[in-house]
């Protein structure tokens, strides 16, 4: 058995889009030593065979507060370049008055957000990797065995294409998925809550131009999303309850069009073509723990949410932040960064944003998909207060755009 004590100042299980950024950022210190360990092999946008789940085909859209993370790794010109600007939101009920506008002229930015494939941030991301010195990636690699050396030192025993590799570190980060092995292996539950809902997510093309507007429909049977993409293609995120998704996933091109443009209205114009189509379970994921001594729970395993609001990567993307920063100042301090304590400074810094963020997505999914008249008349009235009241309606446009990210460096201009 190969065998390397410690030598790493944090490992990370899972390197997908939370876990390859969090390195990343704690990488800009060179004298900090960083492991991945990746169930996949190195994902490479032609090789769809090799495909990781978090660069899957679905689209996210980035908030600047993202964008400006991304920005200070020196990633974002390369991101940027393949990413279509949200600089208009229409947010509206399917059959009803209530409908919230959203621009970034209003706003004084020059987008609201930025919209890019999944896989293509996974492309840039591993290049960028590639490069750093004191990054090491273990990769194909699961996870066998954690134990506690001591009380600053976690043992981790993963099997490494096919060999036993033990790795030591004073910190390990759990950033394997909603449905993480690594934080069962440490016995932390997570409460889960289905939705019944499946995401259609595929890409179509518009016949008028989409101006770099981005639309949100509420409907009695689930939220649809419609985002400008480059080329003038949108990306489509459909939630519908389980039989009507499976039902639209067996129709034609030319029946799928027309479903979606029921639903769509006139407004973003008419539909002439769609891509490929992908689905997505929709739950609610939400991890017991996300601390102990060494160990921090990350990411999708740490908080997976319902894709209505957009806010699940530029979450994480906020906690990657704050828990870089909290580590730049224990070393800074001379302090250990695994201790309870410290790490309890960082949970305590995210909770607030957490709670705040999962109970809006929540809330948002059980008032947007119901036909009860009661929460269709609360609905509109309350899409109508954000249109008509600057406090609401700049809080709204705030939360789209991330403004509660906490930056490495000052801002820039993107």
């Known amino acids: 058995m190969e065998k390397q004590p410690s030598d790493y100042d944090v490992i990370i299980v899972g390197g997908g889009l939370v876990g390859g950024t969090f390195a990343a950022c704690l990488a800009r210190d060179p004298a900090m030593r960083i492991a991945i360990i990746e169930k996949f092999p190195v994902q490479r946008m032609d090789d769809e065979n090799l495909m990781h789940p978090s660069y899957d085909a679905r689209n996210t859209a980035l908030a600047n507060g993202t964008c400006h993370v991304f920005d200070q790794l020196g990633i974002w010109q390369a991101i940027r370049s393949q990413s279509a600007a949200i600089k208009h939101i229409v947010v509206c009920d399917r059959g009803g008055f209530g409908r919230s506008t959203i621009d970034a002229v209003e706003e004084n930015v020059r987008a609201l957000g930025y919209v890019v494939e999944n896989r293509w941030i996974g492309e840039v991301l591993n290049r960028h990797l590639d490069t750093l010195q004191n990054v090491s990636l273990l990769t194909p690699a699961e996870v066998q065995a954690l134990e506690y050396i001591d009380e600053k030192t976690v043992e981790v025993t993963a099997l490494v294409d096919g060999k036993p590799v033990v790795v030591r570190t004073p910190l390990l980060v759990i950033a394997d998925g909603a449905q993480s ?18 995401a259609i997510v595929t890409t179509i093309t518009p016949e008028m131009p989409h101006n770099d507007q981005a639309w949100e429909r509420f409907t009695a049977t689930g939220p649809l999303a419609l985002l400008p993409q480059t080329d003038n293609r949108m ?4 939630c519908l309850d389980n039989d009507k998704a499976a039902a639209l996933m067996a129709a034609t091109d030319e ?8 639903v769509a209205g006139s407004g973003p114009g008419r539909f002439i073509k769609v891509g490929k189509r992908f689905t997505y379970p929709l739950t609610l994921t939400l991890s017991d723990e996300q601390i102990r ?8 395993s740490a908080h997976a949410m319902h894709p209505v609001a957009g806010q699940g990567l530029n979450l994480s993307i906020r906690d990657v932040a704050a828990l870089t920063q909290l580590i730049y100042d224990a070393r800074e301090q001379a302090v250990h960064y695994g201790d309870l304590a410290w790490l309890n400074r960082y949970f305590q810094q995210r909770k607030m944003d957490q709670a705040a963020t999962v109970q809006f997505s929540d809330k948002v999914v059980k008032l947007f998909s119901t036909d009860k008249p009661s929460a269709v008349a609360a609905r509109n009235l309350g899409l109508l207060a954000f249109d008509l009241l600057p406090g609401a309606k700049r809080f709204l446009a705030h939360y789209a755009m991330g403004r509660a990210a906490p930056t490495l460096l000052p801002e820039v201009v993107i």
């Open 235 to 238: 990306g489509i995120t459909w």
């Open 181 to 198: 092995a690594t934080r069962r292996f440490l016995g932390i539950e997570a409460q889960k809550t289905d939705y019944g809902q499946t």
């Open 293 to 300: 001594p060494n160990v921090v729970v990350l990411g999708n």
């Open 255 to 262: 029946e799928f069009l027309e479903e979606l443009q029921k």
